[in-house]
C-alpha cells in the first residue's frame, strides 16, 4: 500500500529520460510541501486503474509517450481542447467521499510548446514541417495554429493528412522554414538517432525546435546548427507545461 502523503506522478514508457521526477520534487521540497511525485512506467495503459486504486491519495498525473492518445479511454472528462486533439497529458484526479476517483484530462503541452516557440519567431517562419504524427504532435501542431503559422506533418509512413520524408523535396524545405521534431528520435539513450530529413537543404533562415530535451542538444539539432540555422530544445516547453498542470492539479475541479 502507498503512504499517506499527496501523490503525483508520470505514466509512460521508457522514463529513463525524464526531468519530471526531479523537476516537481525539488518544487515541493523548495514550497515545503509534503507530497511525492513517482514514475509508474507502463508498457499497457490498462494498468492506468491500478495506479489510482492503489495510491488513494494521488491528485495528478502526467502522460508521456506512447499514452498520451490511448489514455483517453481511461478517462472519465476530458477538457474541450484536449479533446479535439485526441491527446492528454495531463490528468487531475479527484475524489468523493466514498472514495470513488474522477480522472480528467488536459493538454498543457499546447501552452508550454506554443509559450517558448513563440520569441524566437520571424516573419519567414508562417510554415512549419512537424516532424512526427503522435501525442507530441498533436499539440504542436495546435500551438502551431494558435501562433497563426500553417503547420505540414511528416511521417514515416503514407496516409491521409500528412506527407512523407520522401515528399521533403528543395521546394518544401524552401517554403516551411521552421522544423518541429516531435519524434523520440534522439531521445537518451539512443542519442545517436535524428529524423530522415535533408539536413543540406537546412540554412540560417532555419528555425529549428526539437521537443525532446534529453540529450540537451539532440543529433537534430546539432546537424541544424552545422548549417547555421537556430535551434532550441524542449524544456522550457518541460517547465512550461509543468507550471500549466500544477495550476490545474491545485485549481480544477471536476
Known sequence: MADSRITYGLVGYPLGHSFSRIYFNKKFNDLGIDAEYLNFELKDISRLPCITGDYTNIRGLNVTIPHKETVITYLDEVDPTAAEIKAVNVIAIRRDSSGHSTLKGYNTDIIGFRDSLAPLLKPQHSHALVLGTGGASKAVVKGLELLGIIPTTVSRNPGSGHITYSDLTKEVMESHLLIVNTTPLGMHPHT???PPIPYQMIGPNNLCYDVVYNPEETLFMSLCADRGAMTKN???????????AWEIWNKDTI
Open 192 to 194: 545517436e538517432t535524428a
Open 234 to 244: 524542449g524544456l522550457e516547453m518541460l517547465h512550461r507545461q509543468a507550471e500549466a
